[in-house]
């Protein structure tokens, strides 16, 4: 079982304002993920990372960054939100690339109003 | 282009017969394949995987089959429980280009399992 943790599973939010979407998993593992799902649609990869200081842009354009300063942690900002980042933002991880599961949160949905 | 299909965008089924659910796939780098499922609040959950060595692989009531040659994967429940009603995803990975592993999803089949 998974143990990988996103807060705030709900935000609410007006057009501008910065938020950071949180991310943390227990089980030491090397690769992190960030995907953005809008309902009905596939799993777009938005960023991903292969440890500490390391992180990359998926297939899917996005406005928003990430970091990576410590294994566990892979928080996702957005400095200006607007209505269009509203989304399901879905983190995860695997201890490594392909050939291996990768292990999702709960997702955080957010709307920006 | 999508990579991952699957065509069917819902399924229905009764409690206690078959779900299958289908999967397609048009690179032949693929060569690790994922089923998740997930509930409408919540991230998707991992179900059963399989690699392109394998034809088939079982999991209690879930067994994936790959057929390489159609490039074509399923999902068979059996017996299909209310449950299990969700969306499922398929997703595939392979190292080729500039893939570095990553998966790559289906839009998701809906499905809808009845007392």
């Known amino acids: 079982e998974a143990d990988i943790y996103q807060t705030p599973r709900y935000l609410v939010i007006g057009t501008g304002k910065k938020i950071t979407l949180e991310c943390s998993q227990t089980m030491g593992h090397d690769k992190m993920y960030w995907y953005q799902q809008d309902p009905g649609m596939e799993l777009h990869l938005i960023h991903y990372s292969y440890g500490v200081n390391s992180t990359e842009k998926g297939d899917l354009s996005s406005e928003s960054t990430v970091s990576r300063i410590r294994t566990e942690h892979f928080p996702l900002t957005l400095e200006s939100a607007r209505p269009s980042h509203t989304s399901q933002y879905l983190c995860?991880?695997?201890?490594?690339?392909?050939?291996?599961?990768?292990?999702f949160g709960e997702g955080s949905w957010l709307t920006v109003v | 282009d999508q990579q991952v299909k699957q065509n069917s965008p819902s399924l229905s089924v009764q409690e206690g017969r078959i779900s299958i659910l289908n999967c397609d796939y048009t690179?032949?780098?693929?060569?690790?394949f994922l089923w998740y499922k997930k509930y409408p609040a919540e991230g998707p959950t991992f179900l059963i995987s399989i690699s392109s060595i394998k034809d088939k692989n079982e999991d209690g009531r879930f067994t994936v089959f790959l057929n390489k040659s159609a490039k074509h994967l399923s999902l068979h429940i059996v017996p299909s429980q209310p449950g299990d009603s969700a969306v499922y995803f398929c997703a595939a990975s392979g190292y080729y280009g500039g893939s570095q592993g990553n998966l790559i999803f289906g839009k998701g089949t809906k499905l809808s399992v009845k007392p």
């Open positions: 690179n032949s780098m693929f060569d690790y």
């Open positions: 995860a991880s695997s201890e490594g690339g392909g050939g291996n599961t990768i292990y």
